[in-house]
């Protein structure tokens, strides 16, 4: 399975229980993620597989592994889709 990593071009930081990104290649372009979303992307500090955030996130949230399974490759398609996440090889 292939590892995800945060882009190396992002400052973010946790206020609030919600996660500010600022992207310095889409001209500092900001995005503010609830506190679902920005869990899982601060656990991307570190490269991780899908499977391994969906476990962070039924431990963390006491979910079923199908809706956790389901957040987690809905936002990491959205975050790819932004341009803040990539596959570790890349």
């Known amino acids: 399975m292939?590892?995800?990593?945060?882009?190396?071009?992002?400052?973010?930081?946790?206020?609030n229980n919600e996660v500010v990104v600022i992207d310095f290649e889409a001209e500092r372009q900001?995005?503010?993620?609830?506190?679902?979303a920005g869990f899982i992307f601060l656990n991307m500090?570190?490269?991780t597989t899908s499977n391994e955030l969906v476990?962070?996130?039924c431990?963390?949230?006491d979910v079923e592994i199908?809706?956790?399974?389901?957040?987690?490759?809905?936002?990491i398609a959205e975050l790819k889709?932004?341009?803040?996440?990539?596959f570790a090889h890349e």
């Open 81 to 86: 889709n932004l341009n803040l996440i990539t």
């Open 45 to 47: 500090q570190n490269e």
């Open 30 to 36: 900001f995005h503010k993620l609830n506190e679902l």
């Open 55 to 57: 476990s962070k996130v």
């Open 2 to 15: 292939e590892k995800l990593k945060i882009k190396s071009h992002l400052a973010f930081n946790n206020i």
């Open 59 to 61: 431990e963390e949230y």
């Open 66 to 75: 199908q809706t956790a399974k389901l957040d987690v490759d809905n936002l």
